[in-house]
């Protein structure tokens, strides 16, 4: 009997050490707003829960980036035609672009031995659609937008300097990787014509070459971050 009990708390006091081991700590739980470059202006949100298990954690952020180099001036705006971007937008077509993107990682808090200092690693999975617009109403053509959804991987680095208990001053550098997608076509707003353009199918290369679709892109940022 003395065994059996014995057992008993032994095991209970193992569940409990591996409970406390497993506890998310809400206390590292923040909120953070960021601008900077990443493929040009851009502007997100994050929400980071740190230290989930040991130094591990997760974030996710998505950003607004306004892309202004989102089509090759060189290239023929239509395939297989002859005029390029850039004679188009001499006669006073506008170029557009932007992209939103959305980014799932994991996290691993770095030792610190600097009062206030924090910092930490990410990498994960990315998600980005992106739109090229050429706006050709000076010629009474309309817009012509290209659309591509994206899948990628990401990684970076992130520190925060502590300005009071709960709000920290920010700086995120980072490079992610997309790999090319398909395209969609919009032709005159929300009610225009469409078509896509499949990897391996023809037109998929003028396209290509007439889009900058994002394939690596650098992110530098500094924001704000609130912790709960």
Same mark, same amino acid.
């Not at 493929?39 to 997760?58: E, I």
């Given at each position: 009997?003395?065994?059996?009990?014995?057992?008993?708390?032994?095991?209970?006091?193992?569940?409990?050490?591996? *409970?406390?081991?497993?506890?998310?700590?809400?206390? $590292?739980?923040? @909120?953070?707003?960021?601008?900077?470059?990443?493929?040009?202006?851009?502007?997100? /949100?994050? @929400?980071?829960?740190? $230290?989930?298990?040991?130094?591990?954690? !997760?974030?996710?952020?998505?950003?607004?980036?306004?892309?202004?180099?989102?089509?090759?001036?060189?290239?023929? !705006?239509?395939?297989?035609?002859?005029?390029?971007? *850039?004679?188009?937008?001499?006669?006073?077509?506008?170029?557009?672009? $932007?992209?939103?993107?959305?980014?799932?990682?994991?996290?691993?808090?770095?030792?610190?031995?600097?009062?206030?200092?924090?910092?930490?690693?990410?990498?994960?999975? &990315?998600?980005?659609? !992106?739109?090229?617009? @050429?706006?050709?109403?000076?010629?009474?053509?309309?817009?012509?937008?290209?659309?591509? $959804?994206? !899948?990628?991987?990401?990684?970076?680095?992130?520190?925060?300097?502590?300005?009071?208990?709960? /709000?920290? @001053?920010?700086?995120?550098?980072? /490079?992610?990787?997309?790999?090319?997608?398909?395209?969609?076509?919009?032709?005159?707003?929300?009610?225009?014509?469409?078509?896509?353009?499949? &990897?391996?199918?023809?037109?998929?290369?003028?396209?290509?070459?007439?889009?900058?679709?994002?394939?690596?892109?650098?992110?530098?940022?500094?924001? /704000?971050?609130?912790?709960?």
């Amino acid at each position: 009997m003395k065994n059996y009990v014995a057992l008993t708390i032994a095991a209970a006091a193992l569940a409990t050490a591996n *409970a406390q081991t497993y506890t998310p700590n809400l206390n $590292n739980v923040e @909120l953070g707003l960021a601008g900077g470059y990443q493929g040009g202006l851009s502007g997100g /949100l994050t @929400l980071r829960a740190g $230290n989930v298990a040991g130094p591990l954690g !997760f974030r996710i952020g998505v950003d607004y980036t306004n892309v202004s180099d989102a089509l090759n001036d060189n290239a023929a !705006f239509l395939p297989g035609g002859n005029v390029t971007v *850039a004679q188009r937008k001499a006669a006073g077509d506008k170029e557009s672009g $932007n992209s939103t993107t959305v980014a799932l990682d994991a996290t691993y808090d770095l030792p610190s031995t600097v009062a206030g200092v924090n910092a930490y690693v990410y990498g994960g999975a &990315r998600y980005n659609n !992106f739109n090229a617009t @050429l706006d050709q109403t000076t010629s009474g053509s309309g817009k012509v937008t290209y659309s591509t $959804n994206q !899948f990628g991987l990401g990684a970076g680095v992130a520190a925060g300097y502590a300005l009071t208990g709960n /709000l920290s @001053l920010t700086g995120d550098l980072g /490079l992610d990787y997309y790999f090319p997608s398909d395209f969609s076509t919009n032709t005159g707003g929300v009610n225009g014509t469409g078509d896509t353009f499949k &990897r391996g199918e023809g037109g998929y290369d003028e396209v290509n070459t007439l889009v900058n679709q994002p394939t690596t892109s650098f992110k530098a940022k500094l924001g /704000l971050a609130y912790r709960f």
